[in-house]
Every structure is written in structure tokens, then in C-alpha cells.
Nanobody, 126 residues
């Protein structure tokens, strides 16, 4: 059974940092890209970043370039999203997800991913 579980969310002041983790199981972690998304109530799920677990290629949305860093530890089947200089507008539920296509990189739409974690709340206070 494929499972993903996020952790690391919480309350942080504007300008602060958080590190999210995504523990994965039930599939060969090296074979699929992992994506991070965020969603506010009433809004569409937004792609933030993704990483190819096979070669480490990364993608970032323009809004987070230079502030967020995605990484993965294949030995631990875990992905990470380091978020720095957070703003109140980035208060969202953050999700990690598994690409539905084997060995693909660069998919940024939510529909490109087939398994999702339950999400972790990130709240940035002003």
C-alpha cells in the first residue's frame, strides 16, 4: 500500500523557517518524482516544488525560488522541503505527493500525482 505522511508544519513568524518532511512507503522511492503542493481554503492546489528521486533534478515555482529548497534521502524514503523567509500569504496546508508516471520529472499539476499525504498545516503570523 502506497503511503505518504507529511510532518514539520506549525506556527512560525513572518521571515521564519520550517522544514517539512514526507515519509513514503509502499513503492520504489527512487523511481518516482515527489512533489510538494499547497492549498488554501477555497483555492486550487498549487505546485510548489518537485524533485526527481533518481537524479535529484529539481523544480521550483517562481514564487518560492531562492527561499525554498527541496531534497530527498533515498535511503530513508523521505523527501524534504526547507522553507525560509516565509510570508503570511504562505499560510496553507502543504502536501507531498507521488508522481503517477514512472521516472518522469517536471510534472507540476496536481493531476499528475496519484498518491497524497494528509497534509500539514503551515501558519505564518505577521
Amino acid at each position: 500500500e502506497v503511503q505518504l505522511e507529511e510532518s514539520g508544519g506549525g506556527l512560525v513568524q513572518a521571515g521564519g523557517s520550517l522544514r517539512l518532511s514526507c515519509a513514503a512507503s509502499g513503492f520504489t522511492f527512487d523511481d518516482y518524482a515527489i512533489g510538494w503542493f499547497r492549498q488554501a481554503p477555497g483555492k486550487e492546489r498549487e505546485g510548489v516544488s518537485c524533485i526527481s528521486s533518481s537524479d535529484g533534478s529539481t523544480y521550483y515555482a517562481d514564487s518560492v525560488k531562492g527561499r525554498f529548497t527541496i531534497s530527498s534521502d533515498n535511503a530513508k524514503n523521505t523527501g524534504y522541503l526547507q522553507m525560509n523567509s516565509l510570508t503570511p500569504e504562505e499560510t496553507d496546508v502543504y502536501y507531498c505527493a507521488k508522481d503517477r508516471v514512472l521516472d518522469r520529472f517536471g510534472a507540476v499539476r496536481a493531476s499528475d500525482y496519484d498518491y497524497w499525504g494528509q497534509g500539514t498545516q503551515v501558519t505564518v503570523s505577521s
